[in-house]
């Protein structure tokens, strides 16, 4: 079993500050993705990162895909209260199902 | 273009009951995956059609079912609920091209089982 495990799972901090949250697993994956999910919805994707080393980014968001593609950072920079949800990473295992970690709890106060 | 709807968004159910939930993609995605959502568990993802097909199952028991029909849409149904179903239930659809598309999630429909 592929199993996807996110730190921290909560995070309080001001607004301003910088975070990173980090999603490791003990198993290789194609590609990992990074979702963000506000109360009363879905998910919604952020970004998939599919090359080890890989880095990509979103504005004040930054992704990381490890060298060895078992693990994912997502870092933060200035972080708003618009910035306040649950921050999921998932990879495709093996059977083509997609995986989630327990996610984080972000909340960015003004 | 209309996102993924699913209804309904709440329902409130007694353990013994059995439950239909309704999804509806995005026009022109034929993959329609089903998720549940908990505290404790997280995400974990159910089963996924594919052209009326059940291409994937997660490790839930045969009380969970699916069903996808030729527009697409699909429901899910929780025969014989208990109290531990209580969930948060989303579907998310794709255009399944290729395995890692970008899946396009409802926001939820909101089972408690009392």
């Known amino acids: 079993t592929q199993l996807l495990e996110q730190s921290p799972q909560f995070l309080s901090i001001q607004e301003g500050e910088n975070l990173t949250v980090y999603c490791n697993s003990s198993?290789?994956?194609?590609?990992l993705q990074w979702y963000r999910q506000e109360p009363g919805e879905g998910p919604v994707l952020l970004v998939t990162?599919?090359?080890?080393?890989e880095v990509k980014k979103l504005k004040r968001l930054t992704f990381q895909f490890g060298d060895a593609r078992k693990d994912s950072s997502l870092h933060i920079t200035a972080a708003q209260p618009g910035d306040t949800g649950l921050y999921l990473c998932a990879g495709y295992n093996a059977g083509n199902m997609l995986t989630f970690g327990g996610g984080t709890r972000l909340m960015v106060k003004p | 273009k209309a996102g993924v709807t699913q209804t309904p968004r709440y329902l409130i159910k007694t353990r013994g009951q059995q439950v239909t939930l309704s999804c509806s993609p995005i026009?022109?995605?034929?993959?329609v995956s089903w998720y549940q959502q908990t505290p404790g568990q997280g995400l974990q993802f159910l089963f996924e059609y594919f052209s009326e097909t059940q291409r994937n199952k997660g490790n839930f028991p045969g009380r969970f079912s699916g069903r996808q029909f030729s527009n697409s849409r699909s429901e899910m149904n929780v025969s014989t609920l208990e109290l531990g179903d209580s969930a948060l239930y989303l579907c998310?659809?794709?255009?399944?091209?290729?395995?890692?598309?970008?899946?396009?999630f409802g926001p939820g429909t909101r089972l408690t089982v009392l």
């Open positions: 998310a659809s794709s255009l399944k091209k290729e395995v890692a598309d970008t899946q396009y």
């Open positions: 026009s022109g995605h034929r993959s």
């Open positions: 198993s290789v994956f194609s590609s």
């Open positions: 990162v599919v090359t080890g080393g």
